[in-house]
């Protein structure tokens, strides 16, 4: 089964940024749609942002539109997520996950999980 790991996590102060990285030792992410995923404490899981396999389009949650942006490096077989202009709510765990290449963006459309990294936005 295909592992993926996240790195990049820790604390940030509102309106500083941070840049996660999402990796799968041994496994390629060329194939699979990629989304970002956050949960808070006493929320639900949900999506933050997605990236296709190949055309390379993007969705954004809008609480994240204009601050945080997704993308790929096939050559480093991983997918960033960088986050700027952080803020407070944005502190949750972030969960990389992966999907077929026609996967939805959502909990539901994605196969495989990472294990998480904590974001901490002071204010």
């Known amino acids: 089964q295909v592992q993926l790991v996240e790195y990049g996590g820790g604390l940030a102060q509102a309106g500083g940024s941070l840049r996660l990285s999402c990796a799968a030792p041994g496994y390629s992410l060329d194939y699979h749609r990629i989304g970002w995923f956050r949960q808070a404490p006493g929320k639900d899981r949900e999506a933050v942002s997605c990236i296709s396999s190949s055309d390379g389009s993007t969705y954004y949650a809008d609480s994240v539109k204009g601050r945080f942006t997704i993308s790929r490096d096939s050559a480093k077989n991983t997918v960033y997520l960088e986050m700027n202009s952080l803020k407070p709510e944005d502190t949750a765990h972030y969960y990389c996950?992966?999907?077929?290449?026609?996967?939805?963006?959502?909990?539901?459309?994605?196969?495989?999980w990472g294990t998480g990294t904590l974001v901490t936005v002071s204010s």
């Open positions: 996950a992966a999907g077929s290449p026609w996967a939805s963006c959502d909990y539901y459309g994605m196969d495989y």
